[in-house]
Every structure is written in C-alpha cells, then in structure tokens.
C-alpha cells in the first residue's frame, strides 16, 4: 500500500470513528440519572417475588437435602 493511500484509508477510519462517537452521543444523552429516591419508590410499589410459603417450602427442602448429605456421608468443606 502507498503511503498516500494508506493515509487516505486511515482519515476514512478517524472520521468514521467520529461520525459514531457522535451518533452514540446523540442517542444516549437522552439516559437520565437514577436517583435513590427513584429506587426507593419503585422498591415501594413493587410486591415481593417470594411469597412466605415459598419460603417455607424452600427451607423444608434445603432441610431434606441436608439430611440426606449427612446420610450418604457427604460432609461440607466449610460450615453454612
């Protein structure tokens, strides 16, 4: 490649990066800050995921598979 056409290919490339450096300016200067009053309200008037029953449902079968670590012989490496 000649230094003029190599030249010529990398104003191509500086002016194609700035071309998207703007446009992804243009697109994202829209994005506002959340604030954590933002979050707390949403925190609000959003309901738990995870009922109480499924929690208790939960439990019972962490339960059962720790019994049944302790009865196949399964020891943990650290304690939960």
Known sequence: MEPRQRQFSLWYFIAAL???????????????QITMEHFLRAAKDTTPSVTEEMERDYEKIAQTMKQEAMRIGFRPSRPA
Do not use: I
Request: aromatic share 6%; glycine share 0%; net charge positive.
């Open 18 to 32: 700035l071309v998207l450096l703007a446009v992804q300016n243009l697109v994202f200067a829209k994005a506002r």
